[in-house]
């Protein structure tokens, strides 16, 4: 059982800065990817950014520019630094883990707002 433990989110101002953790575990191997989808009121969950294990990185355009995603093999972690935030970030944030299958985390809660 893997599980996908996310942390960092809050509510911020525009043009502010907050970074987003998500810690894995359990019977973890062979990672495709791991990264981070969101999902705002009445919208449709989508992908913000993700990160191979080679290290291959993949953007919304949307936040390309603002966001980074980076990633601890040896920890199995991730993370994503989101720098001028806008109300339109603000969504539930989830952190995912792709394998053979794919996990996700509960979700932590981004809010910008002035």
């Known amino acids: 059982q893997v599980q996908l433990v996310e942390s960092g989110g809050g509510s911020v101002q525009p043009g502010g800065s907050l970074s987003l953790s998500c810690a894995a575990s359990?019977?973890?191997?062979?990672?495709?990817?791991m990264g981070w989808y969101r999902q705002a009121p009445g919208k449709q969950r989508e992908l913000v950014a993700s990160?191979?294990?080679?290290?291959?990185?993949n953007y919304a355009d949307s936040v390309k520019g603002r966001f980074t995603i980076s990633r601890d093999n040896p920890k199995n972690m991730v993370y994503l630094q989101m720098n001028s935030l806008k109300p339109e970030d603000t969504a539930v944030y989830y952190c995912?883990?792709?394998?053979?299958?794919?996990?996700w985390g509960q979700g932590t809660q981004v809010t910008v707002s002035s």
């Open positions: 990160i191979t294990g080679g290290d291959k990185t």
């Open positions: 995912y883990l792709a394998t053979w299958k794919t996990y």
């Open positions: 359990g019977s973890i191997s062979s990672i495709y990817a």
